[in-house]
């Protein structure tokens, strides 16, 4: 009986050896390995900024400038919206333009597409562009192609 319980006890113990959990609590490490384990996982990359879908739309745009023109497209581009253009401008760099949709909405891959005419006036001069933006169903919208406007007038 001595036997069994002493066999009963050691295979206990080497089943629950296996199941240790190790963590470091802070406080009781040292200060470099607090700032490596809070920071590191917290912080994005340095060098990995995503262009924005509009990043090629001009050199001269600036970030509150795509910003802006950004929240503009979105909005004349959407489906459920009239077709109608909607404009966009910056007070502090004069930047302003608008985007027009042209067409209705389309399907390509699993995302909602819409051709649009894109007027920019910039501190060189006025652009006018074409292109082509699509969105996957709830997400942001990006731009497929974008070129000089091909159009009379």
């Known amino acids: 009986m001595r036997a069994l319980a002493l066999a009963g006890a050691v295979l206990t113990g080497l089943a629950v050896a296996g199941c240790s959990v190790s963590f470091p609590i802070i406080g009781l490490s040292s200060k470099a390995e607090d700032e490596i384990a809070t920071t590191s996982s ?10 924005g879908p ?5 050199s001269e745009l600036g970030p509150e400038d795509l910003r802006r023109a ?5 909005v004349a581009l959407d489906p459920q919206g009239n077709g109608a253009a909607v404009s966009w401008d ?14 209705g909405p389309f399907l390509r891959a699993d995302e909602i597409c819409r ?13 006018r562009l074409q292109g082509t933006a699509c969105r996957p169903s709830g997400g942001e919208w990006a731009v ?3 070129g000089p406007w091909k159009g009379t007038g």
């Open 115 to 127: 051709a649009f005419i894109a007027h920019v006036a910039t501190q060189t001069g006025p652009q």
């Open 90 to 103: 910056n007070p502090q760099s004069s930047m302003k333009g608008s985007f027009t949709p042209v067409g």
């Open 54 to 58: 509009l990043a090629s739309l001009s």
């Open 42 to 51: 917290i912080l994005p990359a340095r060098g990995t900024t995503k262009p």
């Open 70 to 74: 950004e929240g503009a497209m979105a």
């Open 144 to 146: 497929k192609d974008i």
